[in-house]
């Protein structure tokens, strides 16, 4: 079966920066075919978008208001992985962040779009 295993989280300082990564595999026909997201949840809120990246990488990314220019999203499709680099953390970035896969079309801000999802990784960022 898919699956999507997020690592790189932890703690951090205010004003820090970590990378997230997602290793994926057994996703059909190949990685390099689904677009990327990164979500995140924190404790009594809704998951919310990040960032997500098209199949072909490059410049064709989606940023949610509250972290452009801070977070940027890449991705390797020969070790079929998609990562988050985050830099300035807030407080207000912590949350358990989720990657998934999207097997349609456009770069999806929602999260009913995607078809498969990793388990989570928690980063939290202290003030």
């Known amino acids: 079966q898919v699956q999507l295993v997020e690592s790189g989280g932890g703690l951090v300082q205010a004003g820090g920066s970590l990378r997230l990564s997602c290793a994926g595999s057994?996703?059909?026909?190949?990685?390099?075919?689904?677009?990327m997201g990164w979500f995140r949840q924190a404790p009594g809120k809704e998951r919310e978008f990040v960032a997500a990246?098209?199949?072909?990488?490059?410049?064709?990314?989606n940023y949610a208001d509250s972290v452009k220019g801070r977070f940027t999203i890449s991705r390797d499709n020969a070790k079929n992985t998609v990562y988050l680099q985050m830099n300035s953390l807030k407080p207000e970035d912590t949350a358990v962040y989720y990657c998934?896969?999207?097997?349609?079309?456009?770069?999806?801000?929602?999260?009913?779009?995607?078809?498969?999802w990793g388990q989570g990784t928690q980063v939290t960022v202290s003030s």
């Open positions: 998934a896969a999207d097997r349609g079309y456009g770069l999806g801000r929602t999260a009913n779009q995607y078809d498969y």
């Open positions: 057994r996703l059909t026909p190949t990685f390099s075919t689904y677009n």
């Open positions: 990246i098209s199949w072909s990488g490059g410049s064709n990314t």
